[in-house]
């Protein structure tokens, strides 16, 4: 990625939480309805303490194997919020929404492959290259 500054606004910023929190918080929204209506035992509560426990470890082991001196983890991350910004409020919050989390999840798998801080960073090219402007 060629030696560029991207502005990092307020905005974007709330938005890389909010698409932290989905990805952190997914098994308990797979199972929100469960919780509600009373239908959890104790297995089924240490199972998704144990799920909420693996999505935390795979996103710590995401953020060391796909950073590098060249790009952080979270200036990738932050790097692909600012290329889906719009600048219209509805559309970037659901952008965030449905963007972040994959790019999260994809950056899980790669943190299992081959040289993983290289195909990180393509990720983010790829989205830097293609980003949105008016």
Same mark, same amino acid.
């Given at each position: 990625?060629? !030696? +560029? +500054? +991207?502005?990092?606004?307020?905005?974007?910023?709330?938005?890389?939480?909010?698409?932290?929190?989905? /990805?952190?918080? $997914?098994?308990?929204?797979?199972?929100?309805?469960?919780?509600? !209506?009373?239908?959890? !035992?104790?297995?089924?509560?240490?199972?998704? /303490? $144990?799920?909420?426990?693996?999505?935390?470890?795979?996103?710590?082991? $995401?953020?060391?194997?796909?950073?590098?001196?060249?790009?952080?983890?979270?200036?990738? +991350?932050?790097?692909?919020? $600012?290329?889906?910004? *719009?600048?219209?409020?509805? *559309? !970037?919050?659901?952008?965030?929404?449905?963007?972040?989390?994959?790019?999260? *999840?994809?950056?899980?798998?790669?943190?299992?492959?081959?040289?993983?801080?290289?195909?990180?960073?393509?990720? /983010?090219?790829?989205?830097?290259?293609?980003?949105?402007?008016?």
């Amino acid at each position: 990625m060629p !030696d +560029v +500054v +991207v502005r990092i606004s307020v905005l974007t910023r709330i938005n890389i939480i909010l698409g932290v929190l989905v /990805v952190s918080f $997914a098994p308990l929204l797979w199972t929100w309805h469960a919780i509600r !209506d009373g239908e959890m !035992d104790q297995q089924a509560w240490i199972g998704l /303490v $144990a799920q909420l426990a693996v999505g935390q470890f795979l996103l710590w082991h $995401a953020q060391r194997r796909c950073s590098s001196q060249h790009l952080t983890y979270w200036q990738g +991350v932050a790097v692909v919020a $600012a290329s889906i910004r *719009t600048h219209w409020i509805y *559309t !970037d919050l659901l952008l965030a929404l449905l963007i972040l989390p994959l790019v999260i *999840t994809a950056s899980a798998l790669l943190a299992f492959s081959t040289r993983p801080a290289y195909q990180f960073q393509r990720l /983010v090219h790829s989205f830097y290259r293609n980003r949105m402007e008016q």
